[in-house]
């Protein structure tokens, strides 16, 4: 379901089911491993998929038929966003093509993303499939441009990939061909900066957003 390749302090997750990616728990346990393994070499990280899709999110049919293996892959999902939250080291997300629900979230965690140019789709479709957005889930979604926040949260519109660089998945296009150059040209000038400057500064930008995850999760609140 995934490769995972660690050389000159970059780690590239690489995930490919052959089909679209869906982050089922098996995937979800793969690519958790996989962080951690490339947390302990101390690699920047690279995270991307296959030619036209990054991935359609959370397994859809065991969204829809609920019980203890959805819950599980969703408690899987909630130990990945606090694992990408809590990398010690850069962390970029190649785009390849289409990214949804889950998988946009996992951009906007992300320290650079880039996105593949062309006929894709990024959209928080919770709603459009008839979830209710999880509460875990709103703290991530405001780190969009305001502006955007009603449409994707609340409305589920499918962005292009322009849009979602004006929303704020994306913080630059590229075409097919030159999308993973790009990608690992950008972990390489991350991976060279200061890395406890880096890791220390990291976890101070990301500290908010930990504390409301952690609260939604827990219905804890400081």
């Not at 302090?9 to 951690?36: C, F, H, P, T, Y």
């Not at 939250?85 to 946009?104: E, F, N, Q, R």
């Not at 709103?138 to 322009?162: D, G, H, I, S, V």
Request: charged share 20%; net charge negative; with cysteine.
């Amino acid at each position: 379901m995934l490769s995972l390749t660690i050389a000159d302090g970059v780690a590239e997750i690489a995930l490919d089911d052959g089909k679209v990616n869906a982050l089922s728990e098996r995937m979800l346990q793969q690519l958790l491993a996989a962080i951690a393994e490339a947390q302990a070499a101390d690699a920047a990280l690279l995270i991307y998929g296959r030619a036209g899709c990054l991935s359609a999110g959370y397994d859809r049919a065991l969204i829809e038929s609920g019980g203890p293996e959805c819950d599980a892959m969703r408690a899987a999902g909630d130990r990945l966003t606090l694992a990408l939250l809590d990398y010690p080291a850069p962390v970029v997300i190649a785009s390849t093509g289409h990214a949804m629900a889950k998988a946009a979230f996992m951009l906007l965690l992300a320290d650079y993303r880039i996105g593949a140019a062309g006929a894709f789709n990024i959209a928080l479709n919770e709603v459009a499939i008839g979830m209710t957005m999880p509460d875990a889930a709103m703290p991530q979604a405001r780190r969009l441009a305001p502006q955007w926040l009603n449409r994707c949260a609340l409305q589920a519109q499918k962005l292009t990939p322009e849009q979602a660089l004006e929303a704020g998945f994306y913080d630059e296009l590229a075409t097919g061909g030159e999308l993973l150059e790009r990608a690992r040209e950008k972990v390489r000038q991350l991976a060279a900066l200061n890395r406890r400057a880096y890791r220390e500064t990291r976890l101070l930008l990301n500290a908010p957003l930990r504390a409301d995850v952690i609260a939604a999760l827990t219905g804890v609140r400081g």
